[in-house]
């Protein structure tokens, strides 16, 4: 059972961190911090004002960047190196004591899930922003902070549901990336042809 709420922990941090790491990150600080919900002592770490002032900071940084359409691309962009390594560490943190090559297979399956997410979040707000209307990005930019927040707190309080969650959410990407294949081979064929 502990190694299913790990995982839970794990994937739901990781995934929640694809779609914004520092607000991932300041919800991890601040828990910890306050004492919120009881949390193993590996998540100390993130129990740091500077660790909690930069991801506050970055968070109302990226709140504001991620609804200015093109702007937030860019910001996507740059992050598509840092919100997976971010995914990455939290997943490494998520285990505490445990052997290098745990944290190491720890590392890179937070990594792939934070990526996983952030591709799908960074697809999503490009096809967005060929609207000509700014409100569709700023209703996915809250829907995504929203998620964020949710994800984090289930994740805290209930790391199990958070599994069958991130669950869902990995085959709705996995979906999503192979109906976006398909209309990108489409388009290219209707234009070669």
């Known amino acids: 059972m502990d190694a299913l709420v790990t995982l839970g922990r794990t994937l739901g941090f990781s995934l929640a961190a694809g779609v914004n790491l520092y607000a ?43 609804k200015i359409p093109w702007f ?22 998520t285990l505490g004591e445990s052997s290098d090559a745990m944290r190491v297979l720890a590392a890179l399956l937070g990594g792939t899930v934070a990526a996983s997410s952030h591709l799908t979040k960074a697809g999503t707000r490009a096809v967005a922003n060929t609207s000509p209307e700014p409100f569709s990005n700023w209703l996915l930019s809250l829907g995504e902070d929203g998620l964020v927040i949710a994800l984090g707190i289930l994740t805290l309080r209930h790391p199990l549901v958070a599994l069958v969650v991130v669950i869902a959410l990995l085959v709705l990407i996995a979906i999503f990336a192979r109906l976006l294949v398909r209309g990108v081979r489409r388009i290219l064929s209707v234009k070669s042809g």
């Open 24 to 66: 991932t990150v300041a919800i991890l600080g601040l828990t910890s911090h306050f004492g919120w919900v009881a949390l193993p002592a590996q998540f100390k770490v993130f129990d740091n004002p500077y660790i909690i002032g930069v991801a506050l900071v970055m968070y109302v940084v990226e709140f504001f960047a991620d």
């Open 72 to 93: 937030d691309t860019l910001w996507d962009a740059v992050h598509t190196f840092i919100r997976p390594v971010g995914g990455a560490l939290i997943a490494a943190a």
